[in-house]
């Protein structure tokens, strides 16, 4: 029997849980917009999926942005409205409220595994056009068996481990062999590869990752060429991502580009050596209030690692020299200030760059979208949690 | 204008963000469980509950364990039938769902700034006993005029910096300043100290624990001094947690211990030295299926980053001697076989424990609490992303 001391004199608790406002409104000041928040600059995000649209067009490759950046469709939405030819989930879940949203074309990038799972991927493939990873030959009989018994059909690409050591099939027969399956089982059909090495995207150097770029593209070539001399079409060649696209690009090996993290740009993609070659934004941000300052060198905001992730390292404040993140912990960042003066006030508001986007969008309910000082909208992350 | 491709012949979209199954249901057997899921193990959960309120009410401790740790109302409401005293939460909003769910008797252990959280505050403090903690005359003020503005009245703790370097006064003058201010602040009612030391709980040895609790409680004896030596009444003196809770509870100081962690016993609090003092079990589980077997010597994992935190370690295969997880992506964990025998068959389910249990519940919107094979419920995590 559950027992809560019940105090005297107090409401009742009828609509406890409508008490808490959004975070804010379309049209409110930057100031009032209440803390943790994540931001969106929208004029720092439209240049972004510009400058990797025009990048793509340029050398007539495909756009299909990875969704897993943000899991928000308003965002998707505005980048097929630019000319992305789709999206990529990595989720089978995780596509749901893309499609409700009115997104038709979906690479699901990934292998998908197990009975619940397949029902749902079928159940959407009857909603929208879809495509799926596959490396393994039982995987592959179960998918057609699900299509089969919901009555839907999807198109197929075989994932091929280009160095990644992730998922992916290793050898150039193991994907002629898994190929002339796919062709055969009803409810498939066989329509390219994935090719996608999530280690390259972050290599300092422009140089490395131009050489190991082109080593991948190589491993590609092979597999390709062996699916050619085994007679069987291969219509696209879906990979890469922002740290790789202007080499993915130029390999004449992708039919279509994965980027996500581009249209951000965290702390991680920020520190890579960009040349001459792209010029990205950072358009997101962590929005927190100073909520403590016990000495005269520190001050604590009010989010932590609930609102951020930190695997890629703590978030940074850009343009406060003398002031740094050196501590985040579950529920406050802890700054340091070099002198008194550097040290923000109490209540004060201050912006932080995360160090790694997608699982920090993750982390969010919503994207407090911005233009200049004023909130233009507040976004639904609508795939927040939806991992299965 | 937003273009979507629209296929031909897909069905509409209607009702497919209700595609989504829940991941399990009452009377399920686990292995029907849709991953990646939260699994509570009730048994090794109550265990762990008794544990810890035997050892408070052995010392005369009031035991009010944090729901940070959980966010899950329904975790909250056992504790308090087993006779915790109420709960802390570390934010303002996630304290909402608790008071929605019965709960009447929450300490807010964190400090809170800003004109809407102290609004929200004040709601919740008409509908609960409610206390919380300052640490700054500006911030008490500000607290103070919030609840006049909205007739509602609050119990405040001052947070003292017992070492942790976070939020809290720092001397014992400053307690004392700070609490005459307090007492004399229209709707507050200074009742006591907050003493925290979060750094403490995961020192290795049970000896360097001790050490370091002790030096803390003199701490917090000082300002206890300052305050008698004053004539100011301090009923309260909360602080401890899992990690330091059996020297806490001894010492003499504090009045209540705000442990969270007990109830799980993730692989951080578990490599901990506990010597023959507290003995807490695993109850906590994070279950992934094989979605990848690409070679003899690695498996797959379907889940990553978005559904477990990382900066304690990576999760933990238990009971595997031969597998073990090397690394975790967004949406993977890569499992090593030491032999081929080791390694798990595709679309086998394997239970892994989580390295921190607080940021981990926080990603996940509900917790499958299971008895031995069977699905007892699935609890909501409600306060899951109220960090405001």
Not at 354 to 371: E, G, K
Request: charged share 20%; with cysteine.
């Amino acid at each position: 029997m559950v027992e809560v001391k019940q105090a005297q004199a107090h409401e009742p608790e009828a609509a406890t849980t409508t008490l808490l406002p959004p975070a804010a409104h379309p049209g409110d000041a930057c100031s009032l917009v209440d803390t943790p928040a994540l931001l969106l600059d929208l004029d720092a995000f439209e240049d972004n999926l510009r400058t990797m649209q025009v990048l793509a067009e340029r050398h007539g490759v495909a756009l299909r942005p990875h969704a897993k950046a943000h899991r928000c469709p308003e965002v998707a939405l505005r980048q097929v409205a630019l000319g992305a030819v789709g999206i990529c989930c990595q989720k089978v879940s995780e596509a749901l409220p893309f499609v409700a949203a009115g997104l038709r074309d979906i690479h699901i990038s990934n292998e998908v595994v197990g009975a619940a799972k397949l029902r749902l991927l079928a159940e959407l493939a009857r909603r929208a056009r879809l495509t799926v990873c596959v490396d393994d030959a039982q995987a592959a009989q179960a998918l057609s068996e699900a299509m089969l018994e919901h009555k839907a059909s999807i198109g197929v690409l075989i994932e091929i481990d280009v160095g990644q050591k992730r998922c992916g099939v290793q050898t150039p027969e193991a994907t002629v062999e898994l190929a002339s399956m796919l062709q055969s089982l009803p409810g498939l059909s066989f329509l390219g590869v994935q090719a996608y090495h999530g280690g390259l995207q972050h290599k300092r150097s422009l140089d490395q990752r131009q050489k190991a770029c082109d080593k991948a593209a190589r491993l590609v070539r092979r597999h390709l060429d062996a699916l050619k001399l085994a007679g069987i079409p291969c219509s696209i060649v879906t990979g890469g991502g922002t740290g790789t696209a202007v080499f993915d690009v130029a390999s004449g090996v992708y039919t279509e580009i994965q980027a996500g993290s581009y249209a951000f740009m965290d702390t991680d993609y920020g520190s890579i050596d960009w040349g001459e070659a792209l010029a990205f934004r950072h358009s997101l941000f962590l929005l927190g209030t100073v909520m403590s300052t016990p000495t005269a060198d520190r001050a604590v905001l009010d989010f932590g690692l609930k609102s951020t992730s930190t695997e890629s390292g703590a978030p940074e404040l850009l343009g406060h020299d003398g002031l740094r993140c050196v501590a985040v912990h579950d529920e406050h960042c802890i700054l340091h200030a070099a002198s008194p003066s550097d040290r923000p006030a109490l209540g004060q508001k201050l912006r932080l760059v995360p160090s790694h986007c997608d699982p920090t969008f993750n982390l969010h309910d919503s994207l407090v979208a911005i233009r200049g000082d004023k909130v233009e909208g507040v976004w639904p992350i609508s795939a927040r949690g939806l991992s299965r």
